[in-house]
């Protein structure tokens, strides 16, 4: 065996430990890879039904959103006929209960100052 016979055997040897040294974290990587994979699988596993609910729920929200739009339309027209109805009946009935109200509040006074003059009389 030569001198470079034996250079190249202690290069073999030294590559392949190398390799072997090398190895050991590539398949540790390897085994990070596959339990990411699979923590990603279960997240995924989980995460999908929640967005299924979440948009179950955001279609039923919109149903009683419109629901709620349904009895505020409805308020606001119950609320412009109580208005009418108030001003119809004001213009009808008001009017002329006032002047019944000061007319009788006149007769009062008027008798009242004759009950007091025939009082005074006495």
């Known amino acids: 065996m030569s001198v470079g016979d034996v250079a190249g055997l202690i290069a073999a040897i030294a590559f392949v430990l190398l390799v072997g040294v090398l190895a050991v974290p590539m398949v540790k990587l390897g085994r990070t890879f596959d339990a990411t994979t699979?923590?990603?699988?279960?997240?995924?596993?989980?995460?999908?039904?929640?967005?299924?609910?979440?948009?179950t729920l955001v279609a039923s929200s919109n149903v009683q959103l419109e629901n709620i739009d349904t009895v505020t339309?409805?308020?606001?027209?119950?609320?412009?006929?109580?208005?009418?109805l108030t001003a119809l009946f004001a213009a009808t009935v008001g009017s002329p209960m006032i002047k019944v109200a000061a007319f009788s509040y006149g007769v009062r006074r008027a008798l009242g100052g004759l009950g007091a003059s025939a009082r005074k009389a006495r």
């Open 38 to 55: 699979a923590s990603v699988k279960e997240l995924t596993d989980h995460t999908i039904p929640v967005l299924d609910e979440t948009a």
């Open 73 to 84: 339309t409805a308020a606001a027209q119950v609320s412009e006929n109580v208005s009418a």
